[in-house]
C-alpha cells in the first residue's frame, strides 16, 4: 500500500512539474540524454556485432582455420598426412592446397596476384569461396580446361570480364645466378569471386591438377588445410594435431593473419561497454540535479504530506519513484530510439555515404566495404538495465534530502 501510494504521489508530482521552468526544462534534458546515451551504446554494440557476424560469415568461412606445411619445400605425402588429420575428433574437414605469387596481365595492365590451386570437389567441404562465385559458374569450374576465377577487386582493377583470356606469369626458380624468364600461360576467366572488402582484391583460383602441371611438382602439394569445430580455439587444436602427426610439420592457424581482426573488435566493445557506464552514469547523474531542485520546489507539499502523517519512508520512496521514472522514460526512449537506428544502420550509412560521395569503409583496406549491424537482445538489455541502476542511484541522496524538511519551518515560512 504505501509503494503504491509512494509510485502515485511521485506521479503526481512529476505532472505538477510544469509549474516550475526550470525543474521541467532540467527533467527534459537529463531524459533526452539518457535517451541519446543509450541510442549511442546500443547502436555501438550492433555495430561490433555485425563486424563480429561478417568476420565470421566473410573470412573465417572463406579462409581454413589452419594449414600444415613441409618445414622446406612442398609436402609429397600428402594424403597420408590428410588421413592422419581427419581421424582427429576435432578437425571437421581437410583439403589440399596449392599457394605460389604470380602476375596476372590482361593487354597493358598487369597485378601481382595470389594464386591458389584448389580441388573443386574438396574445396566445397573446407570453405563458402564456391558460394561467393557469381552466376553459380563453380559447377564448371574443372582441371584440364585452362580455366581461372579471379576475385572481384582484381578483375575490376584489370578490367577483366567472365570469358575473357589473361595471361598468368609464374616465376621460375633457377639454381644459378642467371635470371630466367616466367613462364607463361593463357587462361580463361570463368567465374568472378565477389565477397566484398579486400579479400577479393588479389586472389585467383586455379584447379588443383592444373597448378601441379605448372609447377612442375608431380602430385606434391604445397599444403594441407583444416576446418575445427570451435575456431576460437583453433591455435590449440591445430598445434595439438601436429603433435599426433608421425612426421614433424610446421603449422599456422586463422589467428596469425585475421587475430588482430577479431582482438581488435572484442577490444572495442570492452571500450563500448565501459564508455556505457560513463556516459549513462553522467546522464542519470542529472537525475539529481533534476531532483534537488524538485525537492527545493516541493518543500510545501512535502511539509503538508509530513503534517498528515506521512512518514519519512513514504517522502523517500516517492522522490525514488520520481528518479526511476525520469530514467524509465528515458531508457525506454533510448531503447526503442537504438533499436530502430541500429536496424536500419547499414541501409542509413548507405544513403549518406551516396549523398557525401565517399566509401566510409574503403573495399580495399578492410574486409568489408560497408557498415554492419546485428541487435543483440542481451545487449539491450545490459544498457537498459544499467541505465537503471544507475538512475536509481542517483535518485537516492535528493530522496534522503527530502526526508530532512521540518514541516513547522516551512509553512511558518508561507
Known amino acids: 500500500m504505501s509503494m503504491n501510494l509512494s509510485l502515485i504521489t511521485a506521479i503526481k508530482f512529476r505532472k505538477g512539474r510544469r509549474k ?5 526544462l532540467i527533467s527534459i534534458i537529463s531524459t533526452l540524454s539518457i535517451a541519446i546515451g543509450i541510442a549511442a551504446l546500443i547502436i555501438g554494440l550492433s555495430a561490433m556485432n555485425g563486424f563480429e557476424r561478417e568476420l565470421n560469415n566473410r573470412v573465417l568461412s572463406v579462409i581454413p ?40 596481365e590482361n593487354g597493358s595492365k598487369l597485378s601481382a596476384v595470389e594464386v591458389q590451386g584448389v580441388d573443386p570437389q574438396q574445396e566445397t567441404t573446407i570453405s ?22 579471379i576475385g572481384a577487386g582484381l578483375a575490376e582493377r584489370l578490367s577483366i570480364k567472365e570469358g575473357s583470356w589473361v595471361s598468368l606469369l609464374i616465376p621460375v626458380a633457377s639454381g644459378s645466378n642467371q635470371l630466367k624468364p616466367p613462364k607463361r600461360v593463357r587462361l ?11 579479400l577479393s582484391n588479389n586472389v585467383a583460383l586455379i584447379p588443383l591438377t592444373d597448378a601441379q602441371k605448372l609447377l612442375d611438382i608431380g602430385d606434391s602439394v604445397t599444403s ?11 591455435n590449440q587444436i591445430i598445434s595439438q594435431a601436429a603433435l599426433n602427426l608421425d612426421q614433424n610439420l610446421m603449422f599456422t592457424s586463422w589467428e596469425y593473419s585475421f587475430g588482430f581482426m577479431y582482438r581488435d573488435i572484442q577490444m572495442i566493445r570492452q571500450i563500448m561497454y565501459l564508455a556505457m557506464i560513463v556516459v549513462i552514469g553522467v546522464a542519470c547523474f542529472n537525475i539529481v540535479s533534476t531532483l534537488v531542485i524538485a525537492v527545493k520546489d516541493k518543500q510545501r507539499d512535502i511539509a503538508i504530506l509530513k503534517t498528515l502523517g506521512a512518514t519519512n519512508q513514504l517522502i523517500k520512496h516517492i522522490f525514488i519513484w520520481y528518479g526511476v521514472i525520469s530514467g524509465l522514460i ?5 531503447v526503442i530510439l537504438g533499436v530502430v537506428l541500429a536496424w536500419q544502420l547499414s541501409n542509413i550509412m548507405a544513403v549518406i555515404e551516396s549523398i557525401i560521395g565517399y566509401k566510409l569503409l574503403n573495399g580495399h583496406i578492410y ?4 557498415l554492419p549491424s546485428e541487435i543483440h537482445l542481451l545487449d539491450v538489455v545490459i544498457v537498459f538495465i544499467t541505465a537503471m541502476l544507475l538512475s536509481l542511484i542517483a535518485s537516492y541522496y535528493p530522496a534522503k534530502r527530502a526526508c530532512k524538511i521540518d514541516p513547522a519551518r516551512i509553512l511558518n515560512s508561507f
Open 330 to 334: 528515458g531508457s525506454l526512449m533510448g
Open 128 to 149: 563458402a569461396l564456391p558460394k561467393y562465385v557469381l552466376n553459380d559458374k563453380w559447377q564448371t569450374f574443372k582441371a584440364d580446361n585452362q580455366q581461372l576465377i
Open 188 to 198: 580463361q576467366v570463368v567465374g568472378i569471386l565477389e565477397l566484398s572488402g579486400s
Open 20 to 24: 516550475s521552468g526550470m525543474v521541467s
Open 65 to 104: 582455420n589452419g594449414q600444415f606445411y613441409a618445414p622446406y619445400g612442398n609436402l609429397d605425402n600428402w594424403r597420408h598426412v590428410q588421413q592422419q588429420l581427419q581421424k582427429n575428433s576435432n578437425i571437421v574437414s581437410t583439403a589440399p592446397l596449392i599457394s605460389f605469387a604470380g602476375l596476372i
Open 224 to 234: 594441407v588445410v583444416v576446418n575445427v569445430n570451435h575456431v576460437y580455439q583453433a
Open 367 to 370: 574486409f568489408i566495404d560497408f
